[in-house]
């Protein structure tokens, strides 16, 4: 790598980290609504097709700064879909999904206090549901309305979606960015591991 190639990701990083200070500037000033905007945004999931044709819905725990799902898995599984919610490895730093049975399954705090499966969960095995619909929701600190995503700097998502794309076809996956809309931004800067999202939802 030449200075020219140092001097340009060092730059890169410097916009990601003053791009993720000001989102978080942003949903810090918005927090009263953030309630609201996470019901219609998981009501505007309920009604897409994606979401009706999808077998599996891959979702997550949110944390106080991210769209909260609880209304979408609860009504996903009153439906019979298959949820499944991320879970970290912290001895490999790899993030896989776990089956989500009812809003009993028990959780627990994991990598930065994220709530995730306990230990006697069930892991999801890509190559069994190659046949399936697919609908993933895939959280972030910014996107773009093309599907550019910045996440939180650790490439969790970026890692596990490249991995699945490469066993299951494109055509049964649906990647679903989902945001409030002080997180909508005009561009992101992209890098060629960075996954595109087809859609993203937001108030």
């Given at each position: 790598?030449?200075?020219?190639?140092?001097?340009?990701?060092?730059?890169?990083?410097?916009?990601?980290?003053e791009?993720?200070?000001?989102?978080?500037?942003?949903?810090?000033?918005?927090?009263?609504?953030?309630?609201?905007?996470?019901?219609?945004?998981?009501?505007?999931?309920?009604?897409?097709?994606?979401?009706?044709?999808?077998?599996?819905?891959?979702?997550?725990m949110?944390?106080?700064?991210?769209?909260?799902?609880?209304?979408?898995?609860?009504?996903?599984?009153?439906?019979?879909?298959?949820?499944?919610?991320?879970?970290?490895?912290?001895?490999?730093?790899?993030?896989?999904?776990?089956?989500?049975y009812?809003?009993?399954?028990?959780?627990?705090?994991?990598?930065?206090?994220i709530?995730?499966?306990?230990?006697?969960?069930?892991?999801?095995?890509?190559?069994?549901?190659?046949?399936?619909?697919?609908?993933?929701?895939?959280?972030?600190?910014?996107?773009?309305?093309?599907?550019?995503?910045?996440?939180?700097?650790?490439?969790?998502?970026?890692?596990?979606?490249?991995?699945?794309?490469?066993?299951?076809s494109?055509?049964?996956?649906?990647?679903?960015?989902?945001?409030f809309?002080?997180?909508?931004?005009?561009?992101?800067?992209?890098?060629?591991?960075?996954?595109?999202?087809?859609?993203?939802?937001?108030?």
């Amino acid at each position: 790598m030449n200075c020219g190639d140092e001097n340009l990701m060092e730059e890169e990083l410097k916009i990601k980290s003053e791009i993720r200070k000001r989102i978080r500037t942003n949903i810090a000033e918005k927090i009263n609504i953030l309630p609201l905007e996470s019901k219609w945004v998981c009501e505007k999931i309920l009604d897409s097709e994606e979401y009706k044709k999808a077998d599996y819905i891959f979702a997550y725990m949110a944390l106080n700064d991210e769209v909260d799902l609880s209304l979408l898995i609860q009504k996903a599984l009153s439906e019979n879909k298959t949820v499944a919610i991320p879970k970290i490895n912290r001895e490999n730093m790899t993030m896989n999904f776990f089956h989500y049975y009812n809003q009993k399954s028990e959780t627990a705090d994991g990598y930065c206090k994220i709530k995730e499966p306990v230990d006697d969960a069930k892991i999801i095995d890509i190559e069994k549901i190659q046949n399936h619909k697919v609908l993933i929701l895939v959280p972030g600190r910014a996107f773009t309305e093309e599907g550019g995503r910045l996440g939180r700097g650790k490439g969790f998502y970026d890692k596990y979606l490249a991995k699945l794309l490469s066993l299951i076809s494109a055509d049964n996956v649906f990647l679903l960015g989902v945001a409030f809309s002080c997180q909508i931004v005009k561009e992101l800067p992209l890098d060629n591991h960075d996954i595109l999202m087809n859609s993203v939802v937001h108030f």
